[in-house]
């Protein structure tokens, strides 16, 4: 029965080919919009996770100022470099410490010159950050505790000020200081909030703070734990570290804020998955909207074919036979409607993902879901004209002109 339904339904279809065409594209459009965007945002909660774990899976920002909401801090007393000093002293369990502060400012080198950012800090920066040599050399310890006029620069850097040239010995100046180009580091890329990492200078922290800044501020100290260490036991460290070097009582609240790079991921991944599952939602609307097409075309079919359903009644055609015929229209209608939006789906994605600059994630229970969605839009729109044929007198629809 369901395989002479089929039939008859592909032979109605064929007969009104553009119909059939024009009924599937909403079907099409619902589909494909779902993948698209889902795929999309996978690929967006990948990229983040991805950038944030190349800094560190161990990795916590201490940050003055009480956290007042997400990227927000309200104001407080900067740290000094004794405060990062203490925390490498004082706090077991930790790979790497170091102090960071930073400013905007111009770097000039000859008749060149760039709007760039300034990154004063320690040698181990470098490690915390998953900063690698693409030329030269870091600073060293030792050029880090004199104050030495050394720097290391970004791709973005070396492109704007010095071209195709090598920059490895070349000095170039920023405001008073005029240092010494010693490395370059590896293009990283975009963040996952859309900053370019690569416009970068990085100084020693003393030579920042003499001869830029212009006083003993820290900004943020960044801390690597051990691999194996407890990232937890290490925030309650500092934490309890930090309230004694900042003379805080029982009764007062922190006025500085420990991050770990977890818990960033973590929020920014929950972000993310819900804007996909949004949007998704929002997209999916589209398949109501065919599913409403398809059950106009088919009641508009209904009228058409009345005098063809009263004549297979009268010769015996049972009730729930017409409503499989024509309730099996509506399934192949969407059901084309889905895999041909599928094929569109993924091809869309896999070019946008490219130009987007996203991996590529592929989702067989997405696509399984969009095909089943289709299909099930056209057994719920496809009743009403189904039924409705299927309830016809057959003498009135034989009479009818």
């Known amino acids: 029965m369901i395989g002479n339904a089929l039939l008859l339904a592909l032979r109605a279809l064929r007969r009104n080919v553009m119909r059939s065409i024009l009924t599937m594209l909403g079907i099409i459009i619902g589909v494909a919009a779902v993948i698209i965007l889902v795929t999309l945002g996978s690929g967006a909660t990948r990229k983040v996770t991805e950038q944030i774990a190349s800094l560190g899976s161990n990795l916590l920002m201490v940050t003055p100022g009480k956290r007042m909401g997400p990227g927000q801090s309200s104001g407080a007393a900067p740290f000094r470099l004794a405060d990062a000093e203490a925390i490498a002293r004082d706090v077991p369990s930790l790979a790497a410490v170091a102090p960071v502060s930073s400013r905007s400012t111009t770097a000039i080198y000859a008749n060149e010159n760039w709007s760039t950012t300034v990154t004063g800090t320690s040698e181990q920066y470098f490690t915390l950050s998953n900063r690698q040599m693409q030329e030269g050399r870091t600073f060293t310890a030792a050029e880090a505790r004199s104050g030495a006029a050394v720097c290391v620069i970004g791709e973005t850097v070396r492109e704007k000020l010095f071209g195709r040239q090598n920059p490895i010995g070349s000095r170039l100046r920023l405001q008073k200081l005029s240092c010494e180009v010693v490395g370059l580091i590896r293009s990283k890329g975009q963040s996952s909030m859309g900053a370019d990492q690569d416009d970068i200078i ?200």
């Open 202 to 401: 990085v100084v020693p922290l003393r030579t920042f703070q003499r001869r830029i800044a212009g006083n003993d501020d820290v900004s943020m100290i960044q801390v690597s734990a051990m691999d194996g260490a407890s990232t937890d036991r290490v925030k309650r460290d500092i934490n309890r570290l930090m309230r004694v070097r900042r003379h805080l009582s029982s009764t007062q609240d922190d006025n500085f804020n420990v991050m770990d790079m977890k818990e960033i991921a973590t929020m920014l991944s929950g972000t993310t998955q819900m804007m996909t599952m949004l949007l998704g939602a929002v997209a999916a609307v589209s398949l109501l909207v065919g599913g409403i097409g398809i059950m106009n075309i088919m009641l508009v079919s209904v009228t058409e074919r009345t005098r063809e359903i009263g004549t297979r009644l009268a010769i015996g055609a049972l009730e729930r036979e017409v409503l499989l015929q024509f309730l099996v229209e509506a399934v192949v209608l969407s059901s084309f409607g889905g895999l041909i939006g599928i094929v569109l789906a993924l091809v869309t994605s896999a070019a946008l993902a490219g130009i987007l600059q996203v991996p590529f994630v592929f989702s067989a229970p997405t696509v399984i879901i969009g095909f089943v969605f289709s299909a099930a839009v056209g057994v719920i729109f496809g009743y009403v004209p189904a039924h409705k044929a299927a309830r016809l007198d057959p003498i009135e629809a034989l009479r009818h002109e």
